[in-house]
């Protein structure tokens, strides 16, 4: 039997989704982050169905890194990612790290099998200017007893009168490290763990490879329990498949870059979409089992197809 979902508002600041007992997620939509942590929504605490964090907030060693957040680093002259940008082979800071400010709720309703969550956001460069403006949705359903899965879906209107060009610091010359987009970074105790793609195991050598979906297995301190996580790039996304942006022996994380080594331009008033499904499991699920899960996250975007339109 699957737990019945169900979701608390804390006005004005964030909505924590719940599955019996266990709060899966805090999605805090309204921040107190410092402007040059680019300020922008975040899920963090994220669990497990049995209660185990899959997701870090604020590491020291990258403090504008926050649980699963949808983080670009160059966007036109912005740095809509946190901290400094990198500009002719070195990270400087500039003050061009802007803000994803949350402007209404539009969608707020739990059903028991699913939580939707949407909202409208304006991105704000750091002198007050007007870049982005962006339609949001989060969907959470339980799969089984041992798995649950969020499908993410933005849609982004450039509204910063040119055009604006969405890239990475590979873009601008820094080899292999095209991270940016949906950027979800790992507990502490998932360092060394295994990284996940349609093809094979491994670990940082895999960081680059186009696929569908990639996925990461770790091992709690404490329990010495394992999760898997899969996150899947929906087939209409731009750059689809992506290459991703994956860690492990510095820190585990996972991004399915859309802009890694090859920016996007955005004419002003255009609207670029994406969609992508974060399945959540416990245990080690292996490479078959990841499979599964991956199968398992396009099953919800399909579930959702019309779901592009209502974000």
């Not at 402007?35 to 922008?40: G, I, M, Q, T, Y």
Request: aromatic fraction near 10%.
């Amino acid at each position: 039997m699957t737990p019945t979902l169900q979701a608390g508002h804390a006005l004005g600041r964030s909505v924590t989704v719940s599955a019996g007992d266990v709060e899966l997620f805090t999605y805090t939509y309204r921040p107190d982050t410092p402007v040059l942590e680019s300020p922008k929504p975040y899920l963090h605490p994220l669990r497990t169905l049995t209660g185990d964090v899959v997701s870090l907030f604020r590491p020291h060693d990258h403090v504008w890194h926050k649980g699963i957040a949808w983080s670009l680093p160059h966007v036109g002259e912005h740095n809509f990612w946190g901290g400094p940008t990198y500009v002719q082979g070195n990270y400087v800071q500039l003050e061009n790290n802007g803000s994803a400010v949350h402007r209404d709720m539009t969608e707020l309703a739990a059903t028991g099998d699913r939580v939707r969550i949407a909202h409208r956001l304006d991105w704000i460069s750091q002198a007050g200017r007007p870049v982005i403006e962006e339609r949001r949705a989060l969907t959470a359903t339980v799969v089984d007893a041992t798995t649950w899965a969020l499908v993410f879906e933005t849609a982004m209107t450039n509204v910063s009168g040119a055009t604006l060009d969405f890239g990475s610091p590979t873009t601008k010359g820094r080899e292999n490290a095209g991270y940016g987009g949906l950027f979800w970074r790992g507990p502490r105790s998932f360092t060394g763990g295994i990284i996940q793609s349609p093809t094979g195991a491994g670990g940082d050598e895999l960081r680059g490879v186009r696929a569908e979906w990639f996925g990461f297995r770790g091992r709690h301190d404490g329990s010495g329990a394992w999760s898997t996580i899969v996150m899947v790039d929906d087939t209409a996304n731009p750059q689809h498949p992506p290459q991703w942006f994956a860690r492990s022996e510095m820190f585990a994380c996972l991004s399915p870059a859309p802009f890694f080594s090859e920016e996007v331009p955005l004419a002003d008033g255009e609207t670029m979409s994406f969609r992508y499904a974060v399945v959540v499991a416990d245990g080690d699920r292996g490479e078959d089992g990841s499979a599964l899960l991956a199968d398992q996250g396009r099953a919800a975007l399909a579930a959702l197809a019309t779901g592009r339109d209502r974000a």
